[in-house]
């Protein structure tokens, strides 16, 4: 299903639309109160020497770097992608492109391969993803002077 709101386009399920609709027109999502599962089943994390190569092969981008830090500093908390947009001044679409740009810069590392650099969760509830860090990053980003 695809509907246009003012210039946005959305698509997908029925359900997927009214919860967005639904979230257009409440109040702002917050986290989960419990803390959503872990990604049992999902590819390996990225080991710490292959996250320092992710990290310092190219110069890091400012905004990879603040997203970086922000999630650092979360620790093993869960950070919501509207809290990572909101304290980056960062719009949807802003977030999604610095992202995207992160994975290219995963996949374009030599033996990266379907590894994981974030740990990341759907919450199907609120309609959006959370994140955090595994130990093995944020001890890369601390060898390679990000944080």
């Known amino acids: 299903m695809r ?3 003012g210039d946005h386009e959305v698509e997908g399920t029925a359900e997927e639309v009214a919860k967005l ?3 257009l027109s409440g109040t702002p999502p917050t986290a989960p109160e419990k803390a959503p599962p872990t990604s049992a089943g999902a590819s390996p ?3 710490e020497d292959l996250a320092y190569e992710v990290l310092t092969r190219r110069e890091l981008g400012e ?3 603040k997203v970086l830090r922000k999630l650092n500093d979360a620790g093993e908390a869960w950070t919501t992608a509207p809290d990572l947009q909101s304290a980056l001044g960062l719009t949807t679409r ?3 492109g610095a992202l995207g ?3 290219r810069r995963l996949s374009k590392t030599e033996g990266a391969g379907s590894r994981s650099f974030f740990d990341q969760y759907w919450d199907h509830d609120h309609g959006y993803n959370l994140y955090r860090l595994p130990p093995s990053v944020r001890a890369a980003l601390r060898r390679a002077k990000v944080v």
Request: cysteine-free.
């Open 3 to 5: 509907i246009k709101i």
């Open 21 to 23: 609709l639904g979230l």
């Open 45 to 47: 994390f990225v080991s």
């Open 63 to 65: 905004t990879h770097a």
């Open 94 to 96: 802003e977030f999604a």
């Open 101 to 103: 740009s992160f994975g």
